[in-house]
């Protein structure tokens, strides 16, 4: 059973940093595409970074690209992001989640199975 949990949100200035953490306490994310998605209030969910199940590609939205950086440590089962310069726009609701993938990572909420419980991201101007 893939159940993930995030860790790592908070409130932070802008142009100020943060690190998310994505678990899997189910031991079994070696085999799954992963992806960020985040969702702030009165707006759809969006796909901010995605990697696939072997860590060698990935793809950022672009009001992200250059800023967030996706990686995963499979030997841990642990998937983060690194977001630095952030800005008050990157406000949200940030979600792991792993998709019934190995070679590409959707962008696409839907095609996500599991998905973690949200971590607050605020980004204060």
């Known amino acids: 059973q893939v159940q993930p949990v995030e860790s790592g949100g908070g409130l932070v200035q802008a142009g100020g940093s943060l690190r998310l953490s994505c678990a899997d306490s189910g031991r079994t994310f070696s085999v799954f595409a992963m992806g960020w998605f985040r969702q702030a209030p009165g707006k759809e969910r969006e796909c901010v970074a995605t990697i696939n199940g072997s860590g060698k590609t990935t793809y950022y939205a672009d009001s992200v690209k250059g800023r967030f950086t996706i990686s995963r440590d499979i030997a841990k089962n642990m998937m983060y992001l690194q977001m630095n310069n952030l800005k008050p726009e990157d406000t949200a609701v940030y979600y792991c989640?792993?998709?019934?993938?190995?070679?590409?990572?959707?962008?696409?909420?839907?095609?996500?199975?599991?998905w973690g419980q949200g971590t607050q991201v605020t980004v204060s101007s």
């Open positions: 989640a792993a998709a019934r993938r190995f070679s590409t990572a959707p962008r696409v909420a839907d095609e996500y199975s599991f």
